[in-house]
């Protein structure tokens, strides 16, 4: 059985394991003593574990992946003046995109009105956290420590720092060339890592799953139905139409075989709730399974992961004309022009803030004039909502890497084609 066919069925596992033990676990007629087996030895202890070791092994090649594939694609960039029409092309289309993706979804919520028929409770409460300045953000992007901002893990500063390293690279006559074949002979290693940690996926994402079902249940869903639902049709129609629309009308390549060979970067997404978590898995795929030259592949796709939140966009949102129905705010034109700006601004404004998706939601809301307050509505599916989003997040990073590859004839099509390709490769890496 294939790896992404062995991921999906610890998904479907995992839901179902975790929705039974939130049923064993509400239910009266089980004594303290079985309850507190389950829930200290199976949820807090094998299924917590498993599931951290499982983000901490692809968190552990996030860095060194950023850093080694940036500087082989800069490197390989230097000399030709394209790093320039690439960070554009590639900034241009997260910018477009997510703007689309937040327009999509104010009119399907107002052609829905996912608010009108939900009471406001009385204890919605939730601690807003104050958004950075601007000017704080963009000064930060430059490391004064590069060291630091690797132990950090902050990815928009790794990203300059590789970008001038392999730019300097290219630069340096003899010494550069020997730096530039040490980088690629490590991006090899890095890889292969990849493929190998890979092989743990089903485990991890079922022990995620279960441990997340376990806690929520299905309950949670049917409370928010209509926010829920209203969410997730515009994620999946942005996904799947959006997306596809975009790679065939500017590529002309057929979209289906990028769905199909994007679904162990979408079982990944949605396990862990995180696009930095899953970028070695998608810079994986875009490269070895769609053909995106590591010049193009190494700049975009660790960006997008940064910046690009089309998901994130479009919950936001569904959620402010939710919010607005609720207290019964009737949003101007003006209004809908300020959350689609601000919201798309902030995309790139925020991008390096922990908890990103509501501190975003908190400053467009501020924007259109709602109460802040209103977040705690929606908390409650906010988490699996997260890992939906996510997935249309990475799948918006492969789109764009693939378009700009093939507008800079950085794409092998022969590997886009190809069903099969990479596949032969992961499974020696195992």
């Not at 993706?101 to 409460?125: C, F, K, M, N, Y």
């Not at 004309?321 to 404004?349: E, H, K, R, W």
Request: one cysteine or more.
């Amino acid at each position: 059985m294939s790896l992404t066919n062995r991921i999906l069925i610890a998904m479907v596992a995992g839901i179902l394991f975790g929705s039974l033990l939130d049923l064993i676990l509400g239910s009266s007629g089980i004594s303290a003593g079985f309850h507190n087996i389950i829930q200290t030895y199976v949820v807090d202890g094998v299924l917590e574990l498993v599931g951290r070791v499982f983000i901490a092994s692809l968190k552990l090649l996030v860095v060194p992946l950023v850093l080694v594939s940036l500087i082989c694609g800069s490197s390989s960039l230097g000399d030709s003046a394209r790093m320039g029409p690439i960070a554009a092309k590639t900034m241009i289309f997260y910018l477009v995109t997510t703007a689309i993706a937040i327009s999509t979804a104010l009119l399907v919520a107002v052609l829905v009105g996912p608010g009108t028929h939900v009471s406001l409770p009385g204890s919605a409460e939730f601690e807003v956290t104050a958004p950075p300045p601007l000017i704080d953000v963009l000064a930060n992007i430059v490391p004064s420590n590069p060291v630091a901002a690797m132990a950090e893990g902050n990815m928009l500063q790794i990203i300059v720092f590789a970008l001038l390293f392999g730019y300097a690279i290219s630069h340096a006559g003899e010494a550069g060339r020997r730096m530039a074949d040490f980088f690629r002979d490590l991006e090899e290693v890095v890889m292969r890592m990849v493929g190998i940690l890979m092989e743990l996926a089903p485990y991890g994402v079922f022990a995620l799953l279960a441990s997340l079902f376990s806690d929520m249940g299905i309950s949670a869903i049917v409370d928010l139905g209509a926010y829920f639902l209203t969410v997730l049709v515009v994620l999946i129609f942005h996904a799947v139409v959006v997306y596809s629309l975009l790679l065939k009308s500017l590529t002309g390549l057929p979209p289906r075989i990028m769905m199909q060979k994007m679904r162990s970067v979408w079982a990944f997404a949605f396990s862990t709730a995180s696009s930095g978590a899953t970028l070695p898995v998608t810079l994986r795929t875009v490269e070895r399974r769609l053909g995106v030259h590591n010049s193009v592949a190494g700049f975009t796709v660790p960006l997008g992961a940064t910046i690009n939140m089309d998901g994130t966009a479009i919950m936001q949102g569904v959620a402010t004309v939710f919010i607005a129905q609720v207290y019964g705010v009737d949003l101007s034109l003006t209004a809908y022009l300020t959350v689609i700006l601000t919201a798309t601004l902030a995309s790139i404004g925020t991008a390096a803030v922990p908890g990103v998706g509501l501190i975003t939601l908190a400053m467009v809301l501020d924007q259109a004039g709602l109460p802040v307050e209103g977040i705690a509505l929606i908390i409650g599916v906010d988490r699996l909502l997260d890992m939906i989003r996510t997935a249309v997040n990475v799948t918006g990073d492969a789109t764009v890497a693939v378009i700009v590859g093939k507008s800079e004839n950085h794409l092998d099509e022969r590997v886009y084609l190809n069903p099969k390709a990479d596949i032969e490769e992961q499974s020696q890496g195992a």
